[in-house]
């Protein structure tokens, strides 16, 4: 597959459709378009799709939460479709979204995913993230999440 021509813009409504479509072919868990609408609300600027030729190949949202110790980056949801995996897509997101919590003060980033989801807990890996803990019964289907972290230098 070409991956020429790829970009990251953010989202917009009109995108929210394509994006539930690929949400739903992915997840056994799915947002539904209410969900991505809030976040789209909430955390606009946090909110990327990468695109090649105006399709979604992809997207990010996250939000910026601030503790009162500490401000930090919360990646809430990352796809590429499959047919773009392992061409270091997820990787650019992943960079883009990191850049933005950067500029918004953010002391590092935080991200939740299935504990038996082991090719995302190797992604994560590679991007510098760390276990930091095990969250039980987080999904809906009871199954545990692992929390991942990663602290900007």
Not at 71 to 78: A, C, D, F, K, S
Not at 122 to 143: A, D, P, T, W
Request: glycine residues 10%; charged residues 25%.
């Amino acid at each position: 597959m070409n991956i020429d021509n790829i970009e990251i813009t953010r989202a917009g409504l009109t995108d929210i459709p394509e994006i539930v479509g690929i949400e739903r072919n992915l997840f056994p868990d799915p947002w539904d378009e209410q969900g991505f609408r809030d976040v789209l609300f909430y955390y606009s600027n946090t909110f990327f799709t990468l695109r090649k030729d105006e399709k979604i190949l992809g997207f990010v949202t996250a939000g910026i939460e601030d503790t009162s110790e500490a401000v930090y980056g919360h990646v809430m949801n990352l796809a590429v479709i499959p047919e773009f995996r392992k061409m270091g897509l997820g990787g650019r997101l992943m960079q883009r979204i990191e850049y933005e919590f950067l500029v918004c003060g953010a002391e590092g980033s935080q991200l939740e995913v299935r504990v038996s989801n082991d090719a995302a807990i190797s992604f994560y890996k590679r991007l510098g993230y760390s276990q930091v803990m095990v969250i039980g019964g987080y999904y809906n289907n009871g199954e545990d999440a692992v929390l991942m972290m990663k602290w900007f230098e």
